[in-house]
């Protein structure tokens, strides 16, 4: 079983960082792709960024190309996500998970609890 752990969340303001982290408490992290997804309120889960479990092939959704970057460390079994010029459209909930490889939340097997994230303006 992955039991997985976000952290790194929190309240800043529109144009400043925030680094997410992912960490699994209980099987490693090794066979599995991952990725990030977010929920804001009255919205779906949406896709953010995916990473590979073997090679350095990501993915991303165009809302957040060329401001996030997700990294993994097998070694420390962490994923992070790093966001960089935020803006209030990314307020929401981030959730970390581990499984298939796509956007579609279904091929996820493993899912975190979530972090929230809110951006003011």
């Known amino acids: 079983q992955v039991q997985l752990v976000e952290s790194g969340g929190g309240m800043v303001q529109a144009g400043n960082s925030l680094r997410l982290s992912c960490g699994s408490s209980g099987r490693t992290f090794s066979g599995y792709n991952l990725g990030w997804f977010r929920q804001a309120p009255g919205k779906e889960r949406e896709f953010v960024a995916g990473?590979?479990?073997?090679?350095?092939?990501?993915r991303y959704a165009d809302s957040v190309k060329g401001r996030f970057t997700i990294s993994r460390d097998n070694a420390k079994n962490t994923v992070y996500l790093q966001m960089n010029s935020l803006n209030p459209e990314d307020t929401a909930v981030y959730y970390c998970?581990?499984?298939?490889?796509?956007?579609?939340?279904?091929?996820?097997?493993?899912w975190g609890q979530g972090t929230q994230v809110t951006v003011s303006s």
């Open positions: 998970a581990a499984g298939g490889w796509g956007i579609n939340p279904s091929v996820y097997t493993y």
């Open positions: 990473i590979r479990w073997s090679g350095p092939e990501t």
